[in-house]
């Protein structure tokens, strides 16, 4: 049987880059040393998360790839030879910028990057003023341990994102992801919102029968401007199988490494008892490229 362990990484940042980095290198390690092959990081897990605001200073976050922080993880990948899915603030050129994840293979080299293509503009989420929308399209990343579907946060709410990927290839759907809580919400809403979450992405399991890994942050973050009281990110980072069940799952008040293996042959058998693909009416679909059905 194939199967791989699998580490994720939910981590609580600081304004000091130099620690976040620090107790990053320390996690990886953890999670090598339950056997972990393939690592998981956070979105955008170099600094706070910056979006919150519209700051024309906080581009001077951002870096070329390959550039230090590539550097930096290529090391590690190859020190603890592991495929490692990191999350990135691009600068491609002056004035543009991408939200991308890279990806490092076990000897450290660039196995391949994917730059987000749903980009949110939300209150506290205002990704749109620092992020283009990615260009490279919905293309799996070969790696030594298989076919990965990298998406990046806002894509989790996206059934075509998952399933271009599907149809691509890929043996994985994984999503590095910044989302939280604002703390004028109702206890009820707050709820609302964290189940949508983690059905949405338990749904791209099942549709497509394979593996989810979704890896959030936690902790609160204070909004600079002080328009709101920041975010509570949620955390509860977890892995799914191919019929959406929960291999594990991260609580939603502490940083937590946790390592856990994954059956990569499963999704084949879950395929033929749900044959999803076969079934497909790709005759009926074309509505689907409109924005708006009218």
Known sequence: MRKIKVGIIQQANVADMRINLMNLAKSIEACVAHGAQLVVLQELHNSLYFCQTENTQLFDLAEPIPGPSTGFYSELAAANRIVLVTSLFEKRAPGLYHNTAVVFERDGS??????????????????????????????????????????????????????????????????????????????????????????????????????????????????????????????????AGPQGEFLAQAGNDRPENIVVEIDMERSENVRRWWPFLRDRRIDAYEGLTKRFLD
């Open 110 to 239: 660039i196995a391949g990057k994917y730059r987000k293509m749903h980009i949110p503009d939300d209150p506290a989420y205002y990704e749109k003023f620092y992020f283009t929308p990615g260009d490279l399209g919905f293309e799996p990343i070969q790696t030594s341990l298989g076919k990965l579907g990298v998406l990046v946060c806002w894509d989790q709410w996206y059934p075509e994102a998952a399933r271009l990927m599907a149809l691509k290839g890929a043996e994985l759907l994984i999503y590095p992801t910044a989302i939280g809580w604002e703390s004028s919400d109702t206890d009820d809403e707050k709820a609302r919102q964290l189940n949508a979450w983690i059905i949405s992405q338990r749904g791209h399991a099942v549709a497509n029968g394979l593996p989810v890994i979704s890896v959030n942050r936690v902790g609160h973050e204070p909004d600079p401007s002080m328009q709101t009281n920041g975010i509570q990110f949620w955390g509860n980072s977890f892995v």
